[in-house]
T-cell receptor
Framework: GDSVTQMEGPVTLSEEAFLTINCTYTATGYPSLFWYVQYPGEGLQLLLKATKADDKGSNKGFEATYRKETTSFHLEKGSVQVSDSAVYFCALSPYNTDKLIFGTGTRLQVFP | EAQVTQNPRYLITVTGKKLTVTCSQNMNHEYMSWYRQDPGLGLRQIYYSMNVEVTDKGDVPEGYKVSRKEKRNFPLILESPSPNQTSLYFC?????????????FGPGTRLTVT
């Protein structure tokens, strides 16, 4: 069945470092892809999304490109801040469904 | 303010004592869903509802019930809770009318069953 695999955390970085969180997926057809972020003590919030191959989602300095050839949707940010410390979830929605399948989440810790 | 609310936020109960976690949204969304979040497992869908009086099982429905009598409310019912239902629960809603599938999440309910 459809699934999402994320790199295990925690990812620990210094402020202003470059961030990559890997995400790969298994799905039939053309799913939509998402990154959600969960700040401490809060629910998940949509960070960015992409619905077709080669689309780039971006928000708050974060970017991810839908790569169908490598079935990947890696999250990147050029310069992280302490306020980016959170848990990041990659997710997919299979084509023409209302289902959302999450990865296990990657905790990011940014230190000053 | 557009939001999804859940109550209670924290609950400690004993095995077998029926409980209900409420969920309400003010965005007139058709679709609502319940998830549980467990360490190392991410979020797993329990039940979802496409609209009033329409509900269906997600990936882990055993031990849970839901109802959707009003569009804004989607309560989660545990008729006989057990310790393996200790988890963090999230309610979410979305509108299915657009091409993008974005869910809005509540703040979570942390349930402990002893």
């Amino acid at each position: 069945g459809d699934s999402v695999t994320q790199m295990e955390g925690p990812v620990t970085l210094s402020e202003e470092a470059f961030l990559t969180i890997n995400c790969t997926y298994t799905a039939t057809g053309y799913p939509s892809l998402f990154w959600y972020v969960q700040y401490p003590g809060e629910g998940l919030q949509l960070l960015l999304k992409a619905t077709k191959a080669d689309d780039k989602g971006s928000n708050k300095g974060f970017e991810a490109t839908y790569r169908k050839e490598t079935t990947s949707f890696h999250l990147e940010k050029g310069s992280v801040q302490v306020s980016d410390s959170a848990v990041y979830f990659c997710a997919l929605s299979p084509y023409n469904t209302d289902k959302l399948i999450f990865g296990t989440g990657t905790r990011l810790q940014v230190f000053p | 303010e557009a939001q999804v609310t859940q109550n209670p936020r924290y609950l400690i109960t004993v095995t077998g004592k029926k409980l209900t976690v409420t969920c309400s949204q003010n965005m007139n969304h058709e679709y609502m869903s319940w998830y549980r979040q467990d360490p190392g497992l991410g979020l797993r869908q329990i039940y979802y509802s496409m609209n009033v009086e329409v509900t269906d099982k997600g990936d882990v429905p055993e031990g849970y019930k839901v109802s959707r009598k009003e569009k804004r409310n989607f309560p989660l019912i545990l008729e006989s809770p057990s310790p393996n239902q200790t988890s963090l629960y999230f309610c979410a809603s979305s509108s299915t009318s657009g091409p993008y599938y974005e869910q809005y999440f509540g703040p979570g309910t942390r349930l402990t069953v002893t």
